[in-house]
C-alpha cells in the first residue's frame, strides 16, 4: 500500500507541475538569472511558478554569452568571474563545467533555452540506480516535451544565442575530427596515477590532479583560479616521495615505540574516564532493580484500583531505562589495544614486499600491490614551503597495523577515528592522535 501510495503521490505531483508549465510558470527549481516571485492570490493562497529576471545576474549572463562569443574559453570566463569575486550559482566558485555544461541536456549557462523566452520541462527523468542507490538522468523522447515560450523571461537576443550556437558546434566538430587522436590524447593528459584522488592542495584544499603529461598541480588554481598556489611536481618524484615516507617515516621503530608509550598512556586516561561512566551507570542498574522490586511489593499489597495502572507506567519507565544503561555498558566493555614495537618491522618487510610488486611484469600483481598501498594513505598534502613543495602524507592506523599483522586487524579498535599518523617528508616526522581531541606529538 505504501508504494502505491507514493506512486500516485508522484503522479499527481507531476500532473500539477506540467499544469503550471503549460501556464508558463516554473515547474519546479529556478534558474541562474532569476527571482522567485512571492505573492497570493485573492483568498490568500501562495500563487507559485512565477518567476521574474534578477538584472545583476542577468548581466552576468549576458557577459558570458558574449565573451565565449568572441573566442574566450569557458575556463577563461570562469577566472576572470572568480577574479571579480561574482557568485557563481549556489554562491560558490565558478567553474568551465558550470558555464559549458552538456548542450544535450539543456545544463549549464550556455544551454539554458530559457534565456531566450523558451521554457523547456520534462527532457530528462531520473531515476534511482537499486544497486547504488544514486539518481542517475535519462533523456526523454523528444516528442514528450513540454515546450512553453516565455517572452517575459528573455535576456538575451537571438543573435548572440545562436552565435554561441555557432562555436558550440565548431568546437565540438574539431574534437570529433580525428577521435582516436582525442582520446589519445586525453589519456595521455589525464592518466590514472598511483596516487590519484588523494592528493590535496594545502592552501585551499582541492585536489592535485594530472595537468599534462608528466606535472601534477593544484586543480582549483587552474579550473577555476581561486587558489594562489601553482607550484607543480612531476607525477614520477610525487610517488617516489610518497613511496618513500611510506617505506621509511611511517613506523619508524624508534618513533613507534614513542607513539606506543603515549597512546596507552592517553588510552589509560581515557579508560578511566569511561571506568567512572561505567561505574555509575552499573550503579544505576542496581538501584532500578531494588525500586522494581518495592514497587511490584506495593502492586501486590494495594487496594486502591488505580494504582496498579499508575506503578505499572512507573515500572515501564524504569525497565525501559534499564535497558538502555544495559546496552551501554555492553558495548562499553572493550580490552584495550595491543600495540607492540615490533610491529614496525614486519610493516617494512610487507611496504617493501609491495614497493617490488610495484615494479612486477605483471599487471595484475603491479594493480594489486598499488590498492594496497592506497589503503595506507588517508590523504597527501601538498604545501608550498621555501619554494618547494612539503609533503605530508597521512595514514589511517588500523591500515597501517593492519598490514603490519599480515593482513589480522588489531585488537581493541585501534581504529580509523581514533589515530592517525602522519610522515613529513620535507620537515621531519610526526604522529597525529585524536582521542578524542586532535594532540600532536613532534618527533625528530
Not at 395 to 420: C, F, N, T
Request: contains cysteine; glycine residues 10%.
Amino acid at each position: 500500500m505504501n508504494a502505491l501510495f507514493l506512486k500516485d503521490l508522484a503522479d499527481k505531483t507531476r500532473r500539477g507541475q506540467r499544469g503550471r508549465v503549460e501556464l508558463g510558470k516554473s515547474g519546479g527549481g529556478n534558474a541562474y538569472g532569476y527571482d522567485v516571485v512571492k505573492k497570493f492570490d485573492g483568498n490568500g493562497e501562495p500563487v507559485r511558478g512565477d518567476r521574474t529576471i534578477k538584472e545583476f545576474q542577468a548581466d552576468v549572463i549576458r557577459r558570458i554569452f558574449r565573451d565565449y562569443a568572441a573566442g574566450k574559453s569557458a575556463k577563461r570566463i570562469a577566472f576572470e568571474l572568480n577574479k571579480e569575486t561574482i557568485p557563481a550559482p549556489g554562491g560558490g566558485d565558478w567553474g568551465f563545467s558550470t558555464i559549458n555544461g552538456n548542450p544535450k541536456r539543456g545544463n549549464g549557462i550556455l544551454n539554458n533555452e530559457m534565456y531566450v523566452g523558451k521554457l523547456i520541462w520534462n527532457r530528462q527523468r531520473f531515476s534511482k540506480d537499486p544497486d547504488t542507490g544514486k539518481r542517475q538522468a535519462r533523456m526523454n523522447p523528444e516528442a514528450e516535451w513540454i515546450i512553453q515560450d516565455v517572452p517575459e523571461l528573455r535576456v538575451l537576443d537571438d543573435d548572440l544565442w545562436q552565435a554561441v550556437k555557432e562555436r558550440q558546434k565548431t568546437v565540438k566538430q574539431n574534437r570529433s575530427d580525428d577521435n582516436e587522436a582525442e582520446n589519445h590524447f586525453r589519456e595521455r593528459r589525464r592518466p590514472k596515477y598511483l596516487f590519484s584522488g588523494l592528493t590535496k592542495c594545502g592552501c585551499c584544499g582541492g585536489g592535485y590532479s594530472m595537468i599534462s603529461a608528466d606535472l601534477v598541480g593544484c586543480s582549483t588554481a587552474r579550473n577555476k583560479g581561486t587558489c594562489d598556489n601553482r607550484k607543480n611536481i612531476r607525477r614520477d618524484q610525487h610517488e617516489a616521495r610518497v613511496l618513500n615516507a611510506l617505506r621509511h617515516h611511517l613506523m619508524d621503530p624508534g618513533l613507534f615505540k614513542e607513539f606506543c608509550d603515549k597512546f596507552t598512556r592517553e588510552m589509560n586516561l581515557l579508560r578511566m574516564e569511561g571506568r567512572a561512566s561505567i561505574d555509575q551507570a552499573e550503579a544505576e542498574v542496581t538501584r532500578i532493580d531494588r525500586e522494581l522490586d518495592k514497587l511490584m511489593k506495593l502492586v501486590m499489597a494495594s487496594s486502591d484500583d488505580d494504582a496498579p495502572t499508575r506503578m505499572m507506567k512507573k515500572m515501564k519507565d524504569l525497565e525501559a531505562r534499564q535497558k538502555e544503561l544495559t546496552a551501554f555498558l555492553q558495548e562499553a566493555e572493550e580490552p584495550p589495544p595491543l600495540l607492540h614495537p615490533n610491529m614496525a618491522h614486519h610493516y617494512h618487510v610487507q611496504v617493501d614486499e609491495l614497493y617490488a610488486a610495484l615494479r612486477e611484469d605483471s599487471e595484475a600483481k603491479r594493480m594489486k600491490a598499488a590498492d594496497v598501498i592506497r589503503s595506507l594513505v588517508k590523504d597527501i598534502i601538498l604545501t608550498p614551503e621555501d619554494g618547494e613543495l612539503k609533503i605530508d602524507v597521512r595514514g589511517d592506523l588500523a591500515d597501517i597495523l593492519g598490514i603490519s599483522l599480515k593482513g589480522k586487524r588489531p585488537a581493541g579498535g585501534a581504529g580509523r577515528s581514533q589515530v592517525e599518523m602522519v610522515a613529513g617528508t620535507s620537515v621531519g616526522q610526526n604522529l597525529r592522535k585524536r582521542l578524542p581531541d586532535p594532540l600532536l606529538f613532534g618527533i625528530g
